[in-house]
Structure formats: C-alpha cells, structure tokens
C-alpha cells in the first residue's frame, strides 16, 4: 500500500505536501517523492528510503507553487529506488498512483521504450494521458481516453500542464477522499489522517469517481464520465485529529497498546451493552446456517482462528478459517445455505477483498468485520461488523486485534442463542464476562514493568516458541507474529500437544519457550508439554493465572512466571495477547528496531 496526497491552494504547498505524508507514512516508507506544477513547469523531488530524507533535500530546495501531489511508496513494481519513486512524469502530465496496474506490461510495449524512467506499472499512465494530450486532447478528454484501457486498482492524484490551475483524482478499486479545507484550500489523500486537522469535512470518493479540485470548487464524475455527480461532505471530528500523534508514548505501537481498555469499552458499548446487543443482526442467515467461512490474513487471520473455537464450541456452527491468499485458488465447497465473514482491519487488504468478490459471485451471504467503516469490504459485503479501535498507525496491529476479538465473542453469543445453542441466560452471562474484559485488559497492562525486564534475556536469541492450547493456540501464533515483525527475531507459534511431534527438536538451552497456561482444563495438558521442554533446558517463561501459579508447585523453580488476571476461558484469548504485545514491544525497543515502521512492511497490503 502506498501513501498518495494532492492539494491545491496552499502557498508553499510543497511542505504540507510533506505533513500529509508524514501522516501516511506508515501506508508505505520504501521511498517518497513531491511535484507541484508552476509557470507551466513541474518541479520534482524525490528521495529513496524514509520520508526524513526527503524532508531534507525540499528543506535545502523547497519547490515552488501553490498546486503539488506527493507520494510515500511500498515497493511492488521495481525496487525501491529515487528512479522507480512517484511522482512519474512526462512532458504534460506528473502523477502519483496507489494500486496495480495489472495489464501495464502490454501498455507498455504499445511505446518507445525510451519514454520509460522506471520499472514501476504507475508510469504507464504518465504516457497514456502524455499521448492523448501530444494529440490535442484537453485533460478531461484524455481521462476519458485512458481509463477504460487501465486494469487493476487505482488512485491517482494528477497535475496536467494544460490544466494548469486543476487538481485532478482518480479513484478504482483504491480509496481517494477529498478534505475541504480552509481559505479554499483542496486536498486528495488515501486517507483521512493526511489532513484531518486542517480541514473541516471529508467527500469519500466512490469506486470509478474522478474529481477535479479547482480554484476552491470540487466537481466530481462517475465512470469517466463528465456529468457531475453529487457526493455527500462530511465533517470531520476533532478526535481523528488527536489520534494522529504519540502523545507521552515513544511509539505509536505503545501507545495502541495502551489504548486497549478503551477502544474495548467503546467497541463494547456498540454491541454488548443490553439495548445494544446487535440489535442490527439479521436474523438469517446466521441462525439456518449450515456453516460460516472466515476469511482474513495475518494479525486478522488468527483473529479468525480464535473465533472458530468459540463458534464451534458456543454457537455449534462448523467454521472453516482460510488464508485468503490461499482461499480463492483451493476452489473451496461452499453450500448455498453457509455464509461468510471477511475480516480485515483496513478492509483494503487486496487478498481478502478479492476473496470476498469471489465469495460474492458464488452467491453466498458476505460479511465483514473491519476497523475502516468506509473501506471497500465495507461497501461490498451483505452485513458489516465494525471494531471501535480508532486509527491504528503502528504497522503491527494490537489494538485492532483485541477489538476483532470482542466483536467475534459478541457475534458467538448473539448466533448462539439465535440457533438455540445457548438459553438467554447463558447469553447474559457472556455479557457479563464481557463487560468486564476492558477492566481486565488495563489490570494486565500492570505486568509492563516485568516485560521490560524480561527483554534484555532476547538480546542474543535467534529463535523463540510461543505454545498454547485451545483457543489460546492462535494466540500463541500472533505472539510470535509480533515478535518476528518488530524484532526481526524468528518466532514460530505451536499448539502445545504437537510439540512433540517435530519443533521440540529445536529445544535447547537457548531458545526462550513462550508459554500461555491459563488455569483451565487445559492446563495439566499443557503442564506436561512445559515438562517436556524443561527436560531438554528450554528456557520457559510461562503466563498464567494465581491458581495456575499455585498449581506449578516446585516446577515454577525450573521456569518465569508472569501472573495475569484470572479470566473466564471463553475470554482468556483477549487477555492472554495483551502481555504477547508488550513482551514483543520491550524486546524490539530494547534492540532499538524501528517499531511503528518495520523493515519491509506496510500497514496494509492491497496488492495480492
Ligand atoms: O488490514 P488487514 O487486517 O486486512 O491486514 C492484514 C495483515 O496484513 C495484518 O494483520 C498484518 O499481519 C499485521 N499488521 C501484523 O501485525
């Protein structure tokens, strides 16, 4: 995923072309380029790598102008060099693009070679719109002309010589909003954040939108078309603004981490509290399914593994969790009567967006479960689930997750009692463990300090296991994700039982074994694998609860205990990741990684 910004009417607009991209930074940091178009000249920086290097060379030779598009690119097409970064241009036209152009290999090849500056697919719309306006075409003709030839996603903000005073976006498949801001002043950006204190309403472009921003006026046109169509403005609360900064945290990542208990009350309070309680649940096809897909990748993905255990378990309903890069090409069976549930924090993931078109096209009942209420999933399924976690910058998600996890649980309660699985007691009970969740959540935030102290034991580790049975298994697997992503140490989750069927080679006196023991009936099982993988030195740092504490007898000598709050199983999964993200958080700030903005990665992935 890219980051792309364009604002028109902004003296000096080169620099708040930069505080845009500051803001979308986390979009995508491969490398990072501004244009603005003055005196009939586009003027053009671009710099490899993070966006700082970039800030200094336009701080050493700002570009002049009122009118600029910017770009903070994560590498798909050609490498992330200063050649392949955005701005593109040609001789009339300099554009930034987030998406794929998928058939750009044949547009390509209808050119001279010569023309081409980069290997990047974005380029090739540089000469198709450059080709139409060599051949008189104004730039509203040449738009025309070009789309219909384009495949794949886009969202293009573009400056044409021959619309010197215009700021031009494009939107398929690739989110483009429109903020108004003050004293006439016009912004494009992917997102919101890019300029959410200094405008005052928001337009979200729909999908096949173009929009002209132009002497403080915007006029939008659907399908290439130019008949003007009306989009609805919205204003922008003084909240999403304050989400944009660190605060008293060192990192964003800390600071979602933190932000838990209250994201989980504000989530809660839109589904669990008792008029609340998904009042807007259709009641089919959930109650006569005959099983339920879910579909996710990553972080999402074994939010979904999570849930397929309390579905099962609570409601009764066969759940098949799938990869969704895996899913569309395993030609799975879906039957007429099942449905399907599509969870993505940013609903923009391209594998799980395409996964939810191919679902749709079967005919099968789609729902999403996204952070990003106006993202495609959202538009594109039957019934949308949404998490209250506010803007998640860190590229590891925490807080979103957590807020899947409370929504899944509600959603497993709700269909529970809909298909008779669960009396309306049982679900009131439920309720009850989960109104307690938030008050939970910041009791377990107390363990930070002994993680911090922890962290220094990872400074050499190559490897580290993370086990849990049950429930807490998918658990065990996004701990480990976390610890891979932000301290680049290599990290495998297991099911606690199946250790002995291979990884436990991997054993020996050097290898941290991260161990998730909730106090259930689960725990002699998993007391039996933590044996086993003391007998062979591993170093266990085990979680759990006062009663799992007390359980351990003389074998907590032979390991680390970290005590957390006691918690109902059905819960423990909420609870057990709060301390997997600290305890990833303090190693990777301990090896002084760059946390909110790991080597290669990007906040979301919308390129399959
Ligand atoms: O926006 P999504 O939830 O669809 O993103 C899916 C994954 O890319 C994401 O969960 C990723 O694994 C996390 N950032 C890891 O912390």
Same mark, same amino acid.
């Given at each position: 995923m890219c980051g792309i910004v364009g604002i028109n009417g902004a003296p000096d607009v080169c620099?708040?072309?930069?505080?845009?991209?500051?803001r979308l930074e986390y979009r995508g940091y491969d490398s990072a380029g501004v244009a603005t178009l003055f005196n009939k000249e586009f003027h053009r920086q671009r710099a490899e790598g993070k966006?700082?290097?970039?800030?200094?060379?336009?701080?050493?030779?700002?570009?002049?102008?009122?009118?600029?598009?910017?770009?903070?690119?994560?590498?798909?097409?050609?490498?992330?060099?200063?050649?392949?970064?955005?701005?593109?241009? @040609?001789?009339?036209?300099?554009?930034v693009h987030n998406?794929?152009?998928?058939?750009?290999?044949?547009?390509?090849?209808?050119?001279?070679?010569t023309l081409f500056q980069s290997e990047t697919d974005s380029e090739v719309v540089v000469h198709l719109l450059d080709a139409y306006i060599k051949k008189g075409y104004d730039h509203a003709a040449a738009i025309q002309?070009?789309?219909?030839?384009?495949?794949?996603?886009?969202?293009?903000a573009v400056l044409f010589k021959n619309a010197p005073d215009t700021l031009v976006g494009i939107c398929r498949g690739s989110p483009l909003v429109i903020g108004h801001g003050k004293e006439g002043r016009l912004f494009l950006a992917s997102d919101i954040f890019a300029f959410a204190d200094y405008c005052e309403s928001v337009t979200y472009l729909e999908e096949g939108d173009w929009t002209e921003l132009k002497n403080g006026t915007v006029t939008i046109y659907s399908h290439g078309s130019t008949h003007p169509v009306t989009r609805p403005s919205l204003p922008i609360s003084a909240d999403i603004a304050s989400q944009a900064t660190k605060g008293?945290?060192?990192?964003?990542?800390?600071?979602? !981490?933190?932000?838990?208990?209250?994201?989980?009350?504000?989530?809660?309070?839109?589904?669990?509290?008792?008029?609340?309680?998904?009042?807007?649940?259709?009641?089919?096809?959930?109650?006569?399914?005959?099983?339920?897909?879910?579909?996710?990748?990553?972080?999402?993905?074994?939010?979904?593994?999570?849930?397929?255990?309390?579905?099962?378990?609570?409601?009764?309903?066969?759940?098949?969790?799938?990869?969704? %890069?895996?899913?569309?090409?395993?030609?799975p069976a879906l039957p007429a009567d099942s449905c399907a549930l599509f969870i993505s924090q940013s609903g923009e993931t391209a594998d799980t967006l395409a996964a939810a078109r191919f679902t749709k096209q079967k005919k099968i009942y789609c729902a999403s479960l996204v952070n990003v209420a106006e993202?495609?999933?959202?538009?594109?399924?039957?019934?949308?689930?949404?998490?209250?976690?506010?803007?998640?910058?860190?590229?590891? %998600?925490?807080?979103?997750?957590t807020t899947q996890l409370i929504v899944l649980a509600a959603l497993t309660a709700e269909v529970a009692l809909l298909r008779g699985e669960i009396s309306a007691e049982e679900r009131a009970t439920l309720q009850k463990d989960l109104l307690m969740l938030p008050r939970l959540v910041e009791e377990t935030l107390k363990i930070?300090?002994?993680?911090?102290?922890?962290?220094?034991?990872?400074?050499?580790?190559?490897?580290?296991?993370?086990? @849990?049975?049950?429930?807490?298994?998918?658990?065990?697997?996004?701990?480990?994700?976390?610890?891979?992503?932000?301290?680049?140490?290599?990290?495998?989750?297991?099911?606690?039982?199946?250790?002995?069927?291979?990884? !436990?080679?991997?054993?020996?006196?050097?290898?941290?074994?991260?161990?998730?023991?909730p106090h259930d009936v689960l725990f002699e099982k998993i007391l039996s694998n933590v044996q086993e993988v003391l007998a062979r030195k591993g170093?266990?740092?085990?979680?759990?609860?006062?009663?799992?504490?007390?359980?351990?007898?003389?074998?907590?000598?032979?390991?680390q205990v970290c005590i957390l709050p006691k918690v109902c199983s059905f819960l423990a999964p909420i609870v057990y990741t709060v301390p997997m993200q600290l305890l990833a958080y303090h190693v990777a700030a301990f090896k002084g990684t760059d946390i909110d903005q790991p080597r290669n990665l990007a906040k979301s992935v919308t390129v399959e």
């Amino acid at each position: 995923m890219c980051g792309i910004v364009g604002i028109n009417g902004a003296p000096d607009v080169c620099f708040d072309l930069l505080a845009g991209l500051k803001r979308l930074e986390y979009r995508g940091y491969d490398s990072a380029g501004v244009a603005t178009l003055f005196n009939k000249e586009f003027h053009r920086q671009r710099a490899e790598g993070k966006l700082i290097n970039l800030e200094r060379i336009v701080k050493e030779h700002p570009l002049p102008g009122i009118i600029g598009i910017g770009h903070t690119r994560w590498a798909t097409h050609g490498g992330p060099t200063t050649s392949n970064a955005h701005p593109h241009q @040609g001789q009339y036209v300099a554009l930034v693009h987030n998406g794929i152009i998928e058939n750009h290999r044949e547009l390509r090849a209808g050119f001279d070679q010569t023309l081409f500056q980069s290997e990047t697919d974005s380029e090739v719309v540089v000469h198709l719109l450059d080709a139409y306006i060599k051949k008189g075409y104004d730039h509203a003709a040449a738009i025309q002309a070009t789309l219909p030839q384009l495949k794949g996603s886009y969202a293009l903000a573009v400056l044409f010589k021959n619309a010197p005073d215009t700021l031009v976006g494009i939107c398929r498949g690739s989110p483009l909003v429109i903020g108004h801001g003050k004293e006439g002043r016009l912004f494009l950006a992917s997102d919101i954040f890019a300029f959410a204190d200094y405008c005052e309403s928001v337009t979200y472009l729909e999908e096949g939108d173009w929009t002209e921003l132009k002497n403080g006026t915007v006029t939008i046109y659907s399908h290439g078309s130019t008949h003007p169509v009306t989009r609805p403005s919205l204003p922008i609360s003084a909240d999403i603004a304050s989400q944009a900064t660190k605060g008293l945290y060192r990192h964003f990542m800390l600071k979602e !981490i933190m932000e838990q208990p209250e994201v989980l009350q504000n989530t809660l309070e839109k589904y669990a509290h008792s008029e609340a309680w998904l009042t807007k649940m259709p009641t089919n096809p959930w109650k006569k399914a005959s099983g339920l897909s879910i579909v996710a990748c990553g972080t999402s993905f074994y939010a979904g593994c999570v849930a397929k255990y309390w579905f099962e378990e609570i409601a009764r309903l066969p759940v098949a969790v799938d990869i969704a %890069s895996e899913y569309r090409y395993r030609h799975p069976a879906l039957p007429a009567d099942s449905c399907a549930l599509f969870i993505s924090q940013s609903g923009e993931t391209a594998d799980t967006l395409a996964a939810a078109r191919f679902t749709k096209q079967k005919k099968i009942y789609c729902a999403s479960l996204v952070n990003v209420a106006e993202s495609s999933l959202a538009r594109e399924v039957d019934q949308v689930f949404q998490t209250y976690a506010g803007f998640e910058i860190g590229v590891a %998600s925490t807080k979103t997750f957590t807020t899947q996890l409370i929504v899944l649980a509600a959603l497993t309660a709700e269909v529970a009692l809909l298909r008779g699985e669960i009396s309306a007691e049982e679900r009131a009970t439920l309720q009850k463990d989960l109104l307690m969740l938030p008050r939970l959540v910041e009791e377990t935030l107390k363990i930070q300090g002994s993680l911090q102290r922890l962290a220094p034991q990872f400074e050499r580790v190559k490897a580290a296991l993370y086990l @849990g049975r049950g429930a807490l298994y998918p658990v065990a697997l996004e701990g480990a994700l976390k610890l891979k992503e932000i301290s680049y140490i290599h990290a495998e989750g297991y099911a606690a039982g199946e250790l002995k069927h291979g990884p !436990i080679a991997l054993i020996d006196d050097k290898i941290p074994v991260v161990v998730l023991a909730p106090h259930d009936v689960l725990f002699e099982k998993i007391l039996s694998n933590v044996q086993e993988v003391l007998a062979r030195k591993g170093q266990v740092i085990l979680f759990t609860d006062n009663d799992g504490a007390r359980a351990l007898n003389t074998l907590a000598e032979g390991m680390q205990v970290c005590i957390l709050p006691k918690v109902c199983s059905f819960l423990a999964p909420i609870v057990y990741t709060v301390p997997m993200q600290l305890l990833a958080y303090h190693v990777a700030a301990f090896k002084g990684t760059d946390i909110d903005q790991p080597r290669n990665l990007a906040k979301s992935v919308t390129v399959e």
